[in-house]
T-cell receptor, first 114, second 117 residues
Framework: AAGVIQSPRHLIKEKRETATLKCYPIPRHDTVYWYQQGPGQDPQFLISFYEKMQSDKGSIPDRFSAQQFSDYHSELNMSSLELGDSALYFC?????????????FGPGTRLLVL | AQKVTQAQTEISVVEKEDVTLDCVYETRDTTYYLFWYKQPPSGELVFLIRRNSFDEQNEISGRYSWNFQKSTSSFNFTITASQVVDSAVYFCALSEYSGGGADGLTFGKGTHLIIQP
């Protein structure tokens, strides 16, 4: 079965640079979520989108922004990167406008900020 | 505010032993959803089970079973006859029902399960 696709899988950036992470949801899933997982930590919810509109917002820094496109893929844009942004970034998708449906996670993008 | 507590940071057992992972949650909502995810050393998050607050029926899937008790706000996970491949970090998570859907999950800190051969 098709799963959530995230790209790139690994990314190395310098402080103050920008990064863009991409997420392609499972086919026919219209809701996308972003999470950040620091080393040894639990995943922290950042933001979610349903039908290209922001749906829920968690602890997303102002330096980060995200959007969902007409083909339902989503991008997380991160600017003025800091050392503390080094983490595993997960995208998840669910069907039918969320409605507390199960979120299926992608493999993650491992971001290292030097 | 919602909260998930997994008091067991790390559990180590010998293969074939049974092991129970505890999860206690806090929420003010009467409608909510509970989940368990597995994160093996490779890093991905694998969905195991989803439970609605109005369905307290326990569930068994092979060697896995879940015990949901609203009276004690607990959603515990038992692995029977554990195997080395069960070694992973297990996360319990909670989602409150907001009516709008697409709500983020609140995760517990996770329990690192080590199955020794």
């Amino acid at each position: 079965a098709a799963g959530v696709i995230q790209s790139p899988r690994h990314l190395i950036k310098e402080k103050r640079e920008t990064a863009t992470l991409k997420c392609y949801p499972i086919p026919r899933h219209d809701t996308v979520y972003w999470y950040q997982q620091g080393p040894g930590q639990d995943p922290q919810f950042l933001i979610s989108f349903y039908e290209k509109m922001q749906s829920d917002k968690g602890s997303i820094p102002d330096r980060f922004s995200a959007q969902q496109f007409s083909d339902y893929h989503s991008e997380l844009n991160m600017s003025s990167l800091e050392l503390g942004d080094s983490a595993l970034y997960f995208c998840a998708s669910s069907p039918a406008g969320g409605m507390e449906e199960t979120q299926y996670f992608g493999p993650g993008t491992r971001l290292l900020v030097l | 505010a919602q909260k998930v507590t997994q008091a067991q940071t790390e559990i180590s057992v010998v293969e074939k032993e049974d092991v129970t992972l505890d999860c206690v949650y806090e929420t003010r909502d009467t409608t909510y959803y509970l989940f368990w995810y597995k994160q093996p050393p490779s890093g991905e998050l694998v969905f195991l089970i989803r439970r609605n607050s109005f369905d307290e029926q326990n569930e068994i899937s092979g060697r896995y079973s879940w015990n949901f008790q609203k009276s004690t706000s607990s959603f515990n996970f038992t692995i029977t006859a554990s195997q080395v491949v069960d070694s992973a970090v297990y996360f319990c998570a909670l989602s409150e029902y907001s009516g709008g859907g697409a709500d983020g999950l609140t995760f517990g800190k996770g329990t690192h399960l080590i199955i020794q051969p």
